[in-house]
């Protein structure tokens, strides 16, 4: 839901990062896997109870993911293998930081099994959408190599959801509950959009 505003404020404001590191010549597929590999380290040092140097290591992984697709724009050719490598390894992070909250929370291990269910069910409806709408040769909008559409449970609400789980476990069973449901949500919207545009 705020993943498109967020990304447009985070180019027309701090876009200046992106270009300097494209002028590194750092390209936009290494600040993926970099971010991938931050985001990894963050989800085991919350597995081990170092929570909040665990999130604040999230936050850094999840702000470097914003400057891959800005770094991608600056640089000629076909960005498809990077929205391929973005999206996988994207998914890889936010899963594994599930799992790194199940681990150091066990008491609420259903809750998270089921946020990773929501994950699969999430990220299968955006994909075949996308791919279904190309073939079709509708439109979703955007400027991605992915075609993805607006839902209420993306990206920067997944960063939302682990900050407060982190700085306030004691209320996470509740906002795992939100959660799913937002998840839910959002697979019924994309299903909704799906048959409509692809009847």
Do not use: C
């Amino acid at each position: 839901m705020i993943d498109e505003s967020f990304r447009q404020w985070l180019a027309r404001r701090w876009g200046a990062p992106a270009v300097a590191l494209h002028r590194a010549g750092i390209t936009a597929n290494q600040v993926t896997v970099v971010a991938a590999v931050l985001g990894v380290t963050a989800a085991a040092l919350v597995a081990v109870k170092f929570t909040l140097f665990g999130i604040a290591l999230w936050l850094v992984s999840r702000l470097l993911d914003g400057y891959d697709g800005m770094i991608a724009r600056l640089t000629p050719g076909d960005a498809s293998f990077g929205g391929y490598l973005d999206i996988t390894l994207d998914m890889l992070a936010y899963s594994a930081m599930a799992i790194g909250f199940a681990v150091a929370m066990p008491a609420d291990i259903v809750l998270w099994m089921v946020v990773l269910a929501g994950y699969v069910l999430a990220i299968t409806s955006t994909l075949a959408l996308s791919s279904l709408a190309e073939k079709a040769d509708r439109q979703l909008g955007g400027d991605r190599s992915i075609q993805f559409t607006r839902g209420l449970a993306e990206g920067g609400e997944t960063t939302i959801v682990y900050v407060v789980i982190a700085l306030a476990p004691s209320v996470s069973r509740y906002v795992l509950v939100v959660w799913i449901a937002m998840l839910a949500i959002t697979v019924v919207q994309r299903t909704t959009l799906a048959r409509r545009l692809l009847r």
